[in-house]
């Protein structure tokens, strides 16, 4: 029969006070025949107790040692050693908890009692089950990384890096120094915090052991103690380290001003900066959030806040080409773009839309108007020629960048003038002939040649091209076929298409247009047909439509003007006939629409036959869309797609026939202009790929897109301007001419509208600064990249936050400019903020007299969510008041507090110097408002001392705000596998002996991340878990748990259930022999295959069936 | 009914669960001393025959508590947990275990109150349940 000692700790009057631990000690001697020997002692963790086992197992050659006391986590490796020691196998031990879970929590020590007796007798019975287990060795990888580059993250770094170990320090911001490094002074020295702060900053910059990861955030954490696997995505800098010589030029030409995130909105700064001149890595990079709403939205992908930010500027130059370096047609866009950029635009959140299309008119009207021409540099020339057929705004746009990379173009054009739809299809009202003409010669002056009058498939082919040397062809022919009704009468003379006749009014060909005008259809060509038709001379125009006035495709502000100008609108009517008179039409019969759409919303109109109405007119226009000209698409011989539209790779425009590129309407059906420009700049990008290296690839790579949500940051950046409204002639003015309605944004209308952007990607990639830099270190293209990194040992050092003042709405931060929080009055103190040192009110600049700090601003507040005291505000307004004491002696402060807490080494004394030497008057009582009267802040609270309310007038109001958990700590908690409390801060291994570790082996913790402390506790916090790591390294190698997995092959049926339940791809299927194989290296011993396993073929050691199963019968025993 | 003390069987996972049980101890969050703790890696370790086992051995009720799901120490075995749990209702619904003896819950380290009042709770229902007499004892009961 095996032998067991069985202890019971009394642990003073832990246990003791609770449960009977004499009366289990005698009961189970007898109880149970294996039981050699049961004690019950005071301490067994004492050094008396721990002998007592030792001398125990040599005396009476125990098998086994229960030992009942507190929880495992706490002493289990204490007793695994004591068992040890004296030559037992340390898993020959069981542990049970009976504090913990027992005595502290029962109500009653006879239930607690029981309750104990049956957890041992659960932890004899199992411990009969245990064998002898040994766990291997792996050798420690003595590289260790710290995440946190603040001053705990920075101390463990030094000393780890000084005892001669690789560092990786990663850190989520731009420059390392933490909260510190926005400190003015610290306390109770008054020390400056720069000053001690910079050295360490600067060491930890060039140490050679250290590699400082910036802007970069640990994203998953695998493997185990001394072996982990870390990856880390490291954001772009978009400035190199190695390059950037911190000269400050790139700043002074950026056109964009933000709220400095360092200086707490206190200053502005530009998206290119550094936060401060000492900062490391000493050197410049850029906030960019990812890509703006108006750019996201373009289909061509035009920097619209590049372009907007340049204009607000001024540099009107520099944000044409901009424009120009995915669209063309500046001006011509700028007229009558849908304006997807203005839907997607966030000013619209707050006002309206920032002015995007008018501003992009301006920037092209003014290069006319001033006779420049701003055009991107043409790269070298190419002798490939590329044919283009088509001279719509697809094909011009093939034809321009082509001929910036480049290439010999030639564009084919049938009709006898250049533009397509540009120009025989739009109005000359909405875009004025010169305008697309003065574009169009732009694109001639880059190199391009333009034969107009030259039908293709007539007087060119794609084999009379070949044969001519051209090495690719862009087709882009458009659609130019107004589709026909197909109904009784409609071959009656007076009826025409929609878009030849506005062919022909832009071709000066004769047209005829009567008094009466009816034009069917409701889309914007329709809009176009019928204000044309005013414009030759009818009486009376009516456009009549399928469509009620909400249904109308056509744009609202289109249908306005229209309206304005006398164009009649009649909704729900669908054509039934065309009434001729001798060949001639009378009018047209149209019945009423009850519906355009099915339950499935496609267009299948529904009518009512018998209500009919009939309209008088003398000349009808049939403006129902635009149809393929099959024949022509046919003749190409290309593969077509339902529509007779030209099928093409959408990311590369490829057509069925090598070297056939196609794009624009062709290919789409009826599109949009700003569609057909982003097709020709695609095409014109895989021609070139296609030239170069005979194969193409896609380019549509993008960078993500900043959320479609306005921020409360971009919600401050918005001045307070109203959007420009456009110039336009009277509708009586305007309706008898051809004459442009829209008159066009002046200057400073221009620039204007550029300062209303609320800049979403902060940093809008204009390129001034990259033009600008002397050592070409600025590369906008950088993206995200992931590393990967092999760490023996992780100290997290994340830090905190400062609790949101806004949470306080009665205390009116961020109403009042003059209520601050400690953190902003830092830097009001700070020789390098925004004042430059001076303490002033951030309202008027005026020196305070006045100076109230409110304690516990989201500290020891449970209805704020936050109960804990944040430990270091009491010291910190102490300090603060001394500054502005030495500031402006005259000055007065006042301090509302709930209790001063100063524990600390010097502490005590720097508070009573503040109130005895510094006068400061410190009233107890909790502040219930802060107003404004008569121009001043009125600080009211109750002084629950004296019990009376108090009211104290003050020139600056300052927040002592808590510290709170990082925003962002369940990422980090889930990443590196940590808990947390119920705030959000990190959990240590033990509160009171194990402050610098976690439960995991390997992973230590420093600062304030762990819990609020000050700057001296969180540098012995750095360094104690840089003793942590180094002592791992120093072992060299690590004991593996032996708790893993097992496979009693015999048993394993080969159902392979286990294989898929492994999260770490530890068990594979060994084919030759059909059973399992389980790789105990990579086992981390969870058990969930053991669990699942049908047959119970698989054991984690330590955690056998037998072993549970026999627990569980100990402790219900009873 | 009267002077029925329950006995519940609670197995804890090592990295949530447990430490919610030790926390609630350290903040003497008062409990039934009815429950009693089996220490597991993970509530995917556990596996439905211990939980059969614990009823076949005397239990009147089990609860399985582990991390949060997306919270797993071992990634997802907290989900296997879980997945596992819905046959197993029906398997103790056949054995003639009533729903409420059998609780899988989530609670994080840092949830000690929760987990203090998940014990009370669930004594207090299985206090009224009464004691837990499977079926085939009722039968042979029944047939007596």
């Not at chain 1, 030849?500 to 409701?522: Q, W, Y």
Request: with cysteine; aromatic share 6%; charged share 20%.
């Amino acid at each position: 029969m095996k032998k067991i000692g069985v202890y019971i700790c009394h642990c003073g009057t832990n246990i003791g006070g609770n449960v009977d631990c004499h009366k289990i000690s005698e009961q189970l001697s007898t109880e149970i025949g294996e039981v050699a020997v049961c004690r019950d002692y005071k301490y067994m963790c004492s050094e008396p107790g721990q002998k007592m086992i030792r001398d125990d197992i040599a005396e009476l050659g125990l098998d086994h040692v229960v030992e009942a006391s507190c929880s495992p986590k706490m002493h289990e490796p204490t007793f695994r050693n004591a068992v040890s020691a004296a030559g037992m196998n340390p898993y020959l031990f069981e542990m049970v908890n009976i504090r913990e879970h027992c005595s502290w929590v029962s109500d009653n020590p006879e239930g607690a009692t029981q309750k104990a007796k049956d957890l041992i007798k659960g932890g004899i019975a199992r411990v009969l089950h245990h064998e002898p287990l040994t766990g291997s060795t792996k050798s420690v990888n003595p590289v260790a990384m710290v995440v946190g580059g603040g001053i705990a993250g920075i101390t463990a770094a030094l000393k780890i890096a000084n005892a001669g170990y690789k560092v990786f320090m990663i850190e989520k911001e731009e420059i390392v120094g933490g909260k510190m490094a926005q400190f003015d002074k610290t306390f109770p020295t008054l020390d400056c915090s720069g000053c001690i702060l910079t050295p360490k900053t600067s060491e930890v910059g060039r140490h050679r052991n250290i590699e400082i990861l910036t802007k970069s955030e640990v994203t998953e954490v695998t493997g185990f103690v001394g072996n982990f696997k870390v990856r880390v995505l490291q954001k772009p800098r978009y400035v190199s380290v190695d390059k950037c010589t911190g000269c400050g030029d790139c700043q002074q030409v950026c056109p964009i001003n933000i709220p400095s995130p360092f200086e707490l909105g206190m200053t502005t700064r530009h998206p290119i900066s550094r936060p401060f001149p000492q900062a490391i890595p000493n050197t410049y990079s850029i906030i960019r959030t990812g890509m703006p709403p108006c750019q996201s939205a373009c289909p061509a992908g035009v920097n619209v806040q590049g372009y907007m930010a340049l204009t607000g500027v001024g540099k009107f130059e520099q944000a044409l080409s901009l424009v120009r370096e995915r669209m063309p047609f500046a001006s011509a866009c700028g007229r009558i773009c849908v304006r997807p950029c203005e839907d997607a635009c966030k000013r619209g959140q707050i006002d309206s839309p920032t002015a995007i299309c008018f501003t992009k008119r301006f920037l092209g009207d003014y290069e006319k108007d001033t006779g420049a021409e701003w055009n991107p540099p043409i790269k070298e020339r190419r002798e490939e020629k590329v044919a283009v057929i088509g001279s719509g705004p697809s094909g011009l746009s093939a034809a321009y960048y082509l001929a910036l990379e480049g290439y010999q173009v030639t564009v084919y054009e049938k009709l006898p003038v250049a533009g397509g739809m540009l120009t025989v299809g739009i109005p000359s009202y909405r875009l004025p002939r010169d305008v697309i003409n003065s574009e169009i010669e732009n694109i001639r002056s880059m190199g391009v040649t333009i034969k107009t009058g030259v039908t293709f498939g007539e007087n060119v082919t794609f084999e009379s091209l070949e044969e001519d040397g051209f090495g690719a062809v862009f087709l882009s022919t458009g659609l130019h076929i107004g589709r026909g009704l197909g109904l009784e009468g409609e071959d009656a003379q007076g009826v025409l298409g929609g878009v030849e006749f506005l062919r022909k009014v832009a071709l000066d060909e004769p047209v005829n247009v009567g008094e009466k005008v009816i034009v069917i259809g409701g889309g914007n060509v329709a809009v176009d047909v019928a204000r044309t038709a005013l414009r030759l001379g009818a009486a009376q125009v009516e456009l009549v439509c399928l469509e009620s006035r909400h249904e109308m495709p056509a744009w609202e502000r289109e249908l306005d003007e229209a309206l304005e100008e006398g164009v009649i609108i009649r909704n729900s009517l669908g054509p039934k006939r065309f009434v001729q008179d001798d060949g001639a039409i009378k009018s047209v019969e149209f019945r009423r629409c009850l519906a355009v759409f099915d339950e499935n919303g496609k267009f299948s109109p529904s009518y009512d036959e018998n209500d009919t109405t009939d309209i008088p007119c003398s000349t009808v226009f049939v403006a129902i869309g635009q149809a393929s000209d099959r024949n022509f698409i046919n003749s190409t011989g290309l593969t077509t797609k339902p529509g007779g539209i030209i099928s093409v790779n959408p990311d590369t425009m490829e057509t069925s026939r090598p070297g056939v590129f196609a794009g624009g309407d062709c290919t789409l059906g009826p599109a949009t202009f700003v569609e057909a420009v982003a097709h020709g700049r695609q095409a014109a990008l895989s021609i070139d790929s296609y030239l170069k290296y005979g194969g193409l690839r896609s380019v549509n790579s993008r960078e993500s897109a900043t959320p479609v949500e306005i921020s409360e940051a971009e919600r401050k950046r918005a001045k307070p301007v109203l959007r420009s409204v456009m110039p336009v002639l009277a509708p009586e003015q305007r309706k008898k001419t051809f004459d442009p309605i829209e008159c066009g944004f002046t200057e400073e209308m221009a620039r204007s509208e550029g300062q209303r952007c609320l800049a979403c990607g902060v940093c809008c990639q204009c390129g001034e600064c990259v033009r600008k830099c002397g050592p070409q270190a600025i590369d906008l293209n950088q993206s995200a990249v992931t590393r990967e990194l092999e760490v023996g040992a992780i100290v997290v050092a994340t830090g905190v936050d400062v609790f949101d003042a806004h949470q306080y709405p009665e205390y009116g931060h961020g109403k009042y400019p003059d209520v601050i929080t400690n953190l902003q009055f830092e830097r009001l103190c700070n020789a390098s903020g925004p004042t430059g040192g001076k303490v002033v009110r951030p309202s008027d600049g005026k020196v305070p007299n006045s100076v109230v700090f409110i304690q516990c601003v989201g500290s020891r507040d449970k209805s704020k969510g936050y109960e804990y005291c944040s430990k270091v505000c009491c010291m910190i307004s102490a300090k603060q008041l001394s500054i502005f004491k030495h500031h402006n002696p005259q000055g007065q402060a006042y301090v509302f507090y709930i209790d001063n807490r100063a524990g600390g080494k010097g502490y005590e004394e720097f508070l009573r110097r503040a109130i005895e030497e510094e006068k400061a008057q410190y009233i107890r009582g909790r502040v219930a408002k802060v107003f404004e009267e008569g121009g001043n802040l009125v600080v009211r609270a109750e002084n629950s001392l004296v019990g009376c309310p108090v009211e104290v007038q003050a020139d600056l109001v300052v927040l002592a705000t808590g510290l709170v958990p990082q925003k962002d700590y369940v990422n980090v908690a889930r990443a590196l596998n940590l808990s947390t409390d119920k705030y959000g801060f990190f959990m240590e291994l033990h509160p009171k002996l194990g402050p610098a570790e976690t439960s995991l082996a390997g992973i230590y913790l420093a600062g304030c991340a762990q819990g609020p402390k000050d700057i001296p506790e969180s540098v012995a916090q750095g360094g104690a878990a840089a003793a942590e790591a180094l002592a791992l390294f120093s072992m060299g190698q690590v004991e593996i748990d032996p708790t893993v997995a097992t496979l009693n092959e015999r048993l394993c049926t080969g159902c392979r259930t286990c294989v898929g339940m492994c999260a770490y791809n530890a068990i594979s299927f060994d084919e030759l022999r059909k059973v399992a194989t389980i790789n105990q290296a990579l086992c981390q011993g969870c058990g969930t295959c053991a669990a699942a396993c049908p047959v119970s073929a698989i054991q984690v050691q330590h955690y056998r069936q037998d072993q549970i199963f026999a627990q569980i019968e100990g402790i219900l025993a009873s | 009914m009267k002077g029925f003390e329950p006995k519940l069987i609670a197995f804890l996972c090592n990295w949530c669960s447990y430490v919610a049980a030790d926390a609630a101890g350290v903040a003497r969050f008062v409990q039934k001393p009815n429950v009693r703790v089996i220490r597991v890696f993970c509530s995917g370790m556990v596996d439905p025959s211990y939980v059969i086992k614990a009823f076949a051995s005397g239990a009147d009720g089990v609860l399985v508590a582990g991390c949060h799901p997306g919270d797993c120490h071992y990634l997802a075995g907290n989900i296997k947990a879980l997945r596992r749990s819905f046959l197993l209702r029906k398997l103790l619904a056949e054995l003639g275990v009533d729903q409420q003896r059998f609780r899988l819950e989530w609670i994080a380290a840092s949830e000690s109150p929760l987990y203090a009042k998940v014990v009370n709770e669930m004594v207090e229902e299985i206090r009224n349940l009464g004691p837990f007499i499977s079926k085939a004892k009722k039968l042979s009961k029944g047939g007596a």
